[in-house]
């Protein structure tokens, strides 16, 4: 089932989680996914879209968020593995192991965006604009979101000459003017064009 922003949310009876997502865009790293259900009897003030957030608010949510609910789960797939899988699998990939990998099972997941869980161990729903209207995906893209940034800092760290902890491995003009001066690094998505294209420069210059 899928929810439009001009649908009502359904009403879950049961325990229920939220999953999102972080890094479909960028052109290297990991997509990360997380899982979250929240415990209502401690409830979290300042659940929003990751993406709304200060990083200094995210670093505070996340670390309620872990102390407080009921269950998270985070999991990462590998630049290798979304070439082999393409993003969109990968990342629906990424949240079914999420969910599935929360300590206490849910019996119904709330998915940001259009696309509901395949083969899920439980009923899926997707919410489009999830982040900003169910808590549980909003502690979700949160807890995602502060995972992949920390795993871009490790990578800045091998991989010095990009820029990663300021870009994060998203395709802006600095980020894809590097690539196409000294090439992909082995942390690059070799299926998403700019990197193909670096590649290809550097096999014929």
Not at 25 to 36: D, S, T
Request: charged residues 25%; aromatic residues 4%; hydrophobic residues 40%.
């Amino acid at each position: 089932m899928k929810i439009t922003l001009q649908d009502e949310l359904p009403v879950i009876n049961g325990l229920l989680a939220g999953t999102d997502e972080a890094g479909r865009g960028p052109l290297a790293g990991n997509v990360v996914a997380a899982a979250v259900i929240l415990n209502p009897g401690k409830p979290i003030e300042g659940l929003d879209d990751s993406k709304k957030l200060s990083e200094k608010k995210r670093l505070l949510l996340a670390d309620e968020i872990k102390q407080k609910a009921l269950s998270w789960a985070v999991v990462s797939i590998s630049p290798q593995q979304i070439d082999e899988m393409n993003i969109l699998q990968a990342s629906l990939f990424a949240m079914r192991s999420a969910a599935e990998n929360l300590h206490v099972s849910p019996e119904h997941v709330f998915v940001d965006g259009n696309k509901t869980l395949l083969d899920c161990f439980c009923e899926s729903t997707a919410i489009i604009k999830g982040d900003s209207r169910v808590a549980e995906i909003s502690a979700a893209s949160i807890l995602a979101k502060v995972e992949r940034d920390a795993q871009m800092l490790v990578l800045h760290e091998q991989y010095p000459e990009y820029g990663f902890d300021k870009h994060k491995g998203y395709p802006t003009r600095v980020h894809r003017e590097i690539l196409r001066s000294i090439g992909p690094c082995p942390e690059h998505r070799r299926s998403y064009a700019p990197v193909r294209d670096a590649l290809t420069e550097a096999v014929n210059s």
